[in-house]
């Protein structure tokens, strides 16, 4: 299938943030989170990752993950089951995909899906966000919410 990078041209937050999300558990079956080790982490940082514990599915300490690769450093990947139970958690904690970075929260919130292949990367940091979507899966999304269609622009590098 081929799929193209959508960037998301401002950030999604607020209700439709929250509508992104819940969109995406028809899509997704995984969302991963990046501690980083060289970054001040306030106590809300611990309290997201205990609030997450029941769906973690994995870590991996590596220097890469969607988006994102780090030279001379490791961070860890956290890796949770995406279904409404994270789901709630990560639009109560967010109010918008940027507000994923350190020191408040975990970093870099995205959604993968079953085949592990990302569908939402965020880079928090940057303030850079897009999802990988087919044509097919781009025209679903329009229908569903108009107004992240309306803040897609088509990476045409790709």
Not at 64 to 74: H, M, Q, S, T, V
Not at 92 to 100: I, T
Not at 104 to 128: G, N, T
Request: charged fraction near 30%; glycine fraction near 4%.
């Amino acid at each position: 299938m081929n799929r193209t990078n959508y960037t998301l041209v401002s950030e999604v937050r607020g209700n439709t943030y929250r509508r992104l999300l819940d969109y995406a558990l028809g899509e997704c079956s995984k969302a991963l989170l990046v501690i980083r080790p060289s970054l001040r982490q306030e106590l809300s940082v611990s309290e997201a990752l205990q609030e997450l514990e029941p769906y973690l599915a994995d870590t991996q300490v590596t220097s890469e993950w969607p988006g994102a690769i780090l030279y001379g450093e490791k961070a860890t990947v956290r890796r949770y089951r995406y279904e409404l139970g994270s789901a709630a958690i990560f639009k109560r904690l967010g109010e918008g995909l940027y507000d994923w970075e350190q020191p408040k929260l975990p970093e870099d919130l995205c959604l993968l899906r079953e085949d592990e292949v990302p569908w939402l990367i965020s880079i928090a940091h940057e303030k850079d966000s897009y999802l990988y979507l087919s044509d097919e899966e781009r025209a679903k999304l329009a229908a569903a919410l108009p107004e992240v269609d309306a803040i897609l622009k088509r990476d045409e590098a790709e």
